[in-house]
């Protein structure tokens, strides 16, 4: 099974991804080609769609647990898929890695407004402790 994992969203912070997981584990700058990151409406958290000559950058977390894969399906929820998909990593590695997908019947979701981790994920995080009690 495969244990890599690539996180394009708020699963980038270790906070969110300990948070539900458990785990630390150590991660690598990659990105995913040929897709884009918007922001779901009425979201604070991103989905991705095929997009030709685009590209979403991200983290890819090694040595994830198939117990963690389950609490991350969950966590996810129905609006998304989990699907092996080709990401390259900053130092060049081609590696196949999972990813979580949004559903075709759930695109109309999608916002034009792009996504990035730096400018939208505070909101999410701070949400997320508020409800974790970290």
């Known amino acids: 099974m495969n244990k890599a994992l ?5 699963l980038q912070s270790p ?5 539900i997981t ?10 995913l080609t040929d897709y884009a990151c918007f922001r779901v409406h009425r979201a604070e958290y991103p989905g991705i769609k095929p997009l030709a000559g685009a590209e979403v950058p991200g983290l890819v977390y090694q040595g994830v647990s198939a117990n963690a894969l389950k609490q991350l399906d969950r966590f996810e929820g129905e609006m998304y898929k989990r699907q092996l998909m080709p990401i390259k990593t900053d130092e060049g590695q081609a590696i196949t890695a999972w990813c979580y997908v949004i559903r ?10 792009p996504w990035h981790f730096d400018t939208h994920a505070e909101a999410f995080i ?3 402790r508020h409800n974790k009690n970290i």
């Open 104 to 113: 075709a019947h759930w695109l109309h979701c999608l916002t034009d407004e």
């Open 126 to 128: 701070k949400r997320f």
């Open 15 to 19: 906070e969110v991804f300990g948070g």
């Open 22 to 31: 458990g785990l630390k584990l150590p991660s690598t700058k990659a990105v």
């Open 6 to 10: 690539f996180c394009y969203g708020t």
